[in-house]
């Protein structure tokens, strides 16, 4: 069972940045991919980014082509969500996720879950 915790949520204006830190209960990343995803109420999950464990990166270019970032650190066992330029639109719950094998755009390929960190974006 890996456990995934977020932090790094808040509230900010609209321009802001943001960095978000998925931290799990791993000892490597070896075979793992962690991917980014957000949720706003009523709305279908939304792919934000993933990374794999040797560094490979998917984006959702419509959404966050050159604001967002995805990194990690394998020694923290962390990986890192760097917002920048936010926009209102971005406000939502921000979800870590991982799974064994390459990265993914599909949430329902992920097998474990965070419970998100809330970020809020005011015009």
């Known amino acids: 069972q890996v456990q995934l915790v977020e932090s790094g949520g808040g509230s900010v204006q609209a321009g802001a940045s943001l960095r978000l830190s998925c931290a799990a209960s791993l000892r490597t990343f070896s075979g793992y991919s962690v991917g980014w995803f957000r949720q706003v109420p009523g709305k279908e999950r939304e792919f934000v980014a993933s990374?794999?464990?040797?560094?490979?990166?998917?984006y959702n270019l419509d959404s966050v082509k050159d604001r967002f970032t995805i990194s990690k650190d394998n020694a923290k066992i962390t990986v890192y969500l760097q917002m920048n330029s936010l926009r209102p639109e971005d406000t939502a719950l921000y979800h870590c996720?991982?799974?064994?094998?390459?990265?993914?755009?599909?949430?329902?390929?992920?097998?474990?879950w965070g419970q998100g960190t809330q970020v809020t974006v005011a015009s």
């Open positions: 990374i794999n464990w040797n560094g490979g990166k998917l």
């Open positions: 996720a991982a799974r064994t094998g390459g990265a993914s755009r599909l949430a329902y390929e992920y097998t474990y």
